[in-house]
């Protein structure tokens, strides 16, 4: 078992900035690589960033709608991974899910969640 804890969400101003950290405890050496999903009111739930987990080479990958403004990165010494949002837009404003993936599954499937935590860019 994994257990994911975020933190970092709140209300800002379009323009400003935001970083997210999601803490993970439990089986870590079973995580393949961890992310950010987020979800807006009546909105599917997207992929934002992805890093993989361990080792001396990080692949990131991030949506389209991100690139340039967001940017991941993980501390593997306090097994946490944060998400740095600059630039935030209005559209940005949504529920981000902290996500891992397991060793033997994709590095974009979650097998277990985060509670989810809110961030509100206003105009």
């Known amino acids: 078992q994994v257990q994911l804890v975020e933190s970092g969400g709140g209300l800002v101003q379009a323009g400003e900035s935001l970083r997210l950290s999601c803490a993970a405890s439990g089986s870590i050496f079973s995580i393949n690589a961890m992310g950010w999903y987020r979800q807006a009111p009546g909105k599917q739930r997207e992929l934002v960033a992805t890093i993989t987990s361990g080792g001396s080479t990080n692949y990131r990958a991030y949506a389209d709608s991100v690139k340039g403004r967001f940017t991941i990165s993980r501390d593997n010494a306090k097994n946490t991974v944060y998400l740095q949002m600059n630039s935030l837009k209005p559209e940005d404003t949504a529920v981000y899910y902290c996500?891992?993936?397991?060793?033997?599954?994709?590095?974009?499937?979650?097998?277990?969640w985060g509670q989810g935590t809110q961030v509100t860019v206003s105009s």
């Open positions: 996500y891992a993936a397991l060793r033997g599954s994709s590095r974009y499937e979650p097998a277990y």
